[in-house]
Nanobody
Framework: QARFVESGGGLVQPGGSLRLSCAAS????????MAWYRQPPGKERELIAQ???????NYADSVKGRFTISRVNAENTLYLQMNNLKPEDTAIYYC???????????WGQGTQVTVSS
């Protein structure tokens, strides 16, 4: 059964950086488009970045120019490099495999990112 384990979150000051990881198992990782989502406190989960199986990327306007999604298929791992973090980036971050706009796998536990001085 496919599953994801997210890690790398933490507390960081505004302007700081974090690198999130998503370890995939139970699936042929390289054939899937992957995405990062986040759920801010009291809000709905939102899509912030996608990467196809041919490494084409797409970003939400709120993170464009600050976040970079990448993948290493040999490691079955998805990454999210987050720079110039802002308090509004505070959220639980999740990864998932996607087909169009639909997620494919059950959600993992996510990783908490808190941006605060």
């Amino acid at each position: 059964q496919a599953r994801f384990v997210e890690s790398g979150g933490g507390l960081v000051q505004p302007g700081g950086s974090l690198r999130l990881s998503c370890a995939a198992s139970g699936m042929i990782f390289r054939i899937y488009s992957m995405a990062w989502y986040r759920q801010p406190p009291g809000k709905e989960r939102e899509l912030i970045a996608q990467i196809t199986n041919s490494d084409t990327t797409n970003y939400a306007d709120s993170v464009k120019g600050r976040f970079t999604i990448s993948r290493v298929n040999a490691e079955n791992t998805l990454y999210l490099q987050m720079n110039n973090l802002k308090p509004e980036d505070t959220a639980i971050y999740y990864c998932n495999a996607v087909a169009g706009t639909q997620t494919i796998v059950s959600w993992g536990q996510g990783t908490q990112v808190t941006v605060s001085s």
